[in-house]
């Protein structure tokens, strides 16, 4: 219904100005005031897109990235993780958001002292 995808676009908007308000805040090292910001947007995607769908697993990133940034790396870990994983059943590992997220897990990994993982 028109109502139904009204409401669709309305969530979609307060997740994108979330999301943009967080990137903003991350910029200026504001990383516990960005944290958040990208939980609530990533709690939206998550409700309204589901766990598989792009935004989602771009939001699952950009909170790990804040977390990462805030030295909370066994918090990160999970996440970025889990969007690795959907990324290379729904992507391929050759996508460049795979290879992204392939990228943000090392850094996270070596950044922990572990490689070996």
Do not use: W
Request: hydrophobic content about 35%; glycine content about 6%.
């Amino acid at each position: 219904s028109a109502r139904l995808q009204a409401e669709r676009a309305k969530r979609q908007t307060s997740t994108f100005t979330l999301d943009i308000l967080a990137q903003e805040l991350q910029a200026q090292g504001k990383y516990n005031e960005a944290e958040p910001l990208y939980r609530e947007a990533l709690e939206m995607d998550r409700e309204a897109l589901g766990t598989r769908h792009p935004n989602t697993l771009i939001a699952i990133n950009n909170l790990a990235q804040v977390l990462q940034a805030q030295g909370k790396n066994d918090e990160a870990e999970p996440l970025s993780r889990e969007a690795l994983e959907v990324q290379r059943q729904t992507l391929g590992d050759r996508h460049p958001n795979t290879l992204s997220s392939m990228n943000e897990l090392g850094a996270l990994l070596q950044a922990k002292g572990d490689l070996a993982a």
